[in-house]
């Protein structure tokens, strides 16, 4: 139990880490009116400069967090964020994946006073698929009503050692499914300008507790296919299992490049 304590702190961190660049990006950058001839297809490459605050928690005791998105950039290993949009008439599909590979490092105290070196390494996933229909669509804009759901998935790997007398590996795994509903829609402000966002909750004790996404993006149209998006968004998840805890809000900036064909 003891080695499960001096743990806990650094395995906290790292997961707010992980789940602090989980983020989704599929925005429609203009104005297109219902077309039941052909699919239009749309990928957006995004980056979420996301900070995190709450409470993680691990074998029923929970530890504040606060982490801006510099300390979470600092222990990228890897990480890939991608959004596709597929549309034919008012139907249509919403999907989104992220992956990240975090690594932190740190000596820890022990209860007996003696510092030990900890290393811990997570691999984060989730998963997004939605299907949309569009309920308005006018020459100001349009509303798509959204409903699906998102997968998450955790692997931290854990080592402690004290130099040459002790090593010891842990491994740590947590995954659900979330059900979501909501609405994301764009209003046109000008030839290359308009606004876009929206909003979901989800959860409702299938996955998760609740979760909820709002997000508010300006977009400017690069070329006739291309845009740019600076948006901001606040993704807020309370999840509890028999041993593991996250309550905490992701919020900050986003940048993304959105090309439809």
């Known amino acids: 139990m003891q080695k499960t304590t ?19 990006a599929a925005v429609t950058t203009e ?23 709450g409470e993680v928690g691990k ?20 990480g890939a964020m991608l959004a596709f949009e597929a549309r034919r008439g008012r139907y249509g599909v919403l999907t989104d994946l992220l992956y990240v590979s975090l690594s932190e490092s740190g000596r820890i105290p022990t209860p007996v006073g003696i510092e030990v070196d900890a290393q ?35 692997q931290t790997d854990i080592n402690v050692s004290l130099g040459n007398l ?3 590996d842990g491994r740590d795994e947590e995954s659900w499914i979330d059900p979501i509903v909501g609405i994301k829609g764009t209003y046109h402000l ?22 909820s996404d709002l997000m508010g993006a300006l977009g400017y149209k690069l070329t006739d296919r291309s845009a740019l998006l600076l948006a901001y968004r606040r993704l ?17 900036p986003a940048m993304g490049w959105d090309y439809r064909f």
């Open 6 to 24: 001096v743990l806990r702190g650094l395995l906290g961190g790292v997961l707010a880490s992980a789940l602090s660049l989980s983020a989704t």
């Open 59 to 78: 074998f029923s005791r929970r530890a504040d967090v606060s982490k801006n998105f510099s300390d979470v950039l600092e222990g990228l290993d890897a």
């Open 120 to 154: 811990a390494k997570v691999k984060a996933a989730t998963f997004m698929l939605a299907g949309q229909y569009r309920a308005i669509d006018n020459d100001h804009g349009y509303m798509d009503v959204v409903g699906g759901a998102r997968y998450w998935g955790l």
């Open 190 to 211: 000008g030839e290359r300008t308009y606004f876009t966002g929206w909003a979901m909750i989800g959860g409702f004790d299938v996955g998760s507790r609740f979760s």
């Open 166 to 168: 002790f090593s010891v």
């Open 236 to 252: 807020a998840v309370d999840y509890t299992s028999s041993d593991f805890a996250f309550d905490a809000a992701l919020q900050g």
């Open 31 to 53: 104005h297109e009116r219902i077309d039941e001839s052909q699919w239009r297809y749309r990928v957006t490459p995004y980056l979420w400069g996301a900070g995190l605050e």
